[in-house]
């Protein structure tokens, strides 16, 4: 089956673009040493791509897969029924979900859950069967977690009794970094607020196995992780156009694109239609605040290269995308029909809609395998 087979709007996943993303993380924490790289699924919600992210040539037996982490307790439910039963829930757990948690660990899984409130600490400690929980630590993103000297650090933990494991963190601050010095000195400043938080724990006769930061940016460029023991990322994986223009990987490196059709030519106006709308591509404009805004996506030909020069989607309709062509560029003759790619602004976002990747490899238009993905809450 080639690419010019598929029905579209489609995704698309290169691994051989995949592999390279996934080695270098690899490489980028094992310089730390011990620390561990807990995967974050979030974007990939595949078991392909888990098991190609988890795999380490010296490591640890077929029996012990290593761990992961979800942003959704369907993942966890799909995961551990593949057989990887280590993961981390790191979304702040509501009291109504302690039973869904609690049925995935009943066979045998050990699904660890995140909380900053202090009444919900009460309540995850007194369940009937209570899941292990790491504190949430606010370390410069202040989406959610407890401030690294805040007393209801000390008392959540109290809370927590036996059911706590330690605490974690996530520098989303980070997308706001634009050169390597800007992601060395957020991740030095996660880190810090982080491991003060195990600190200050541990001072209190708490326990704090597990300390845990992470974002793709800080992961990659952190100088040190010295007291941390784990770090999470996920959409280095795949990469995309934001993470391109922070610096997170190069632009050749987007492994997953969206696969259009031309559906109207408009060669009076420099602009062509595409079927890649609204819901296959997302409305992420997320690289407006970047030197190089790419609309709602860049378009490039069937094998992925950028020989359109500067064509982006510039309007996003649910099913319509509309491209505005390089004018600096010769422009396309492709008819109505012919399939072009979309590099995505936010790979997370765009990879929602679909519900499976066809797989090309080496960058050519072959599909060599079809990996489902799981969606939903």
């Known amino acids: 089956m080639k690419l010019v087979d598929l029905p579209t709007p489609c ?3 290169d691994r051989r673009i995949l592999q390279r993303n996934l080695d270098a993380m690899a490489r980028a924490v094992a310089r730390h040493g011990t620390v561990t790289l807990r995967p974050h699924m ?31 307790l369907i993942e966890a439910e799909y995961f551990v029924s593949h057989g990887i039963t280590d993961i ?25 859950v995140v909380t900053d409130d202090l009444d919900t600490a009460g309540i995850i400690a007194g369940h009937a069967t209570p899941p292990r929980a790491l504190i949430e630590i606010d370390t410069g993103e202040h989406r959610g977690g407890v401030c690294p000297d805040d007393p209801a650090l000390i008392q959540i933990a109290g809370r927590l009794g036996n059911s706590l494991a330690g ?6 601050n980070s997308y706001g970094g634009r050169s390597p010095g800007d992601m060395r000195r957020i991740a030095e400043a996660e880190r810090c607020g982080v ?9 209190g006769g708490h326990t704090a196995s597990i300390v845990s ?19 999470r990322a ?24 969206v696969l259009a059709s031309v559906i109207g030519r408009q060669p009076k106006h420099n602009r062509m239609l595409i079927d890649a709308g609204a819901l296959a591509l997302s409305k992420d404009r997320s690289t407006e605040a970047t030197p190089h805004d790419f609309g709602y996506g860049l378009v490039l030909d069937i094998g992925g290269r950028r020989s359109y020069g500067n064509a982006l989607v510039q309007r996003a309709y649910q099913e319509h995308g509309v491209v505005e062509l390089d004018p600096s560029h010769p422009a396309p003759n492709l008819p109505i029909g012919a399939k072009v790619r979309v590099a995505p602004n936010h790979a997370c ?6 519900d499976r990747y066809f797989v090309v490899d080496d960058g050519n238009d072959t599909v060599v395998a079809v990996w489902p993905r799981v969606n939903g809450w």
């Not at 029996?63 to 959704?72: A, E, R």
């Not at 605490?167 to 989303?172: D, E, L, N, W």
């Not at 993470?243 to 492994?255: F, K, M, S, V």
Request: proline content about 5%.
């Open 11 to 13: 995704l698309v996943l």
């Open 42 to 72: 979030k974007t990939a919600k595949s078991i392909d791509v888990a098991r190609l992210a988890l795999a380490r040539p010296d490591a640890k037996p077929a029996s012990d897969p290593g761990g992961i982490t979800v942003s959704t």
């Open 88 to 112: 981390l829930y790191a979304v702040g757990i509501t009291p109504r979900k302690l039973e869904q948690v609690a049925k995935l660990n009943a066979t045998g899984a050990t699904v660890m």
């Open 167 to 172: 605490v974690m963190t996530h520098a989303g």
């Open 195 to 203: 491991v003060h938080a195990a600190e200050r724990l541990r001072a």
């Open 213 to 231: 930061m992470g974002s793709s940016p800080t992961a990659l460029h952190a100088g040190s992780l010295a007291g941390v023991s784990e770090v």
């Open 234 to 257: 996920g959409v280095y994986m795949f990469g995309d156009l934001f993470q391109a223009e922070i610096g997170t990987h190069g632009p050749d490196d987007i492994a997953v694109t």
């Open 349 to 354: 976002l765009t990879a929602a809609a679909h």
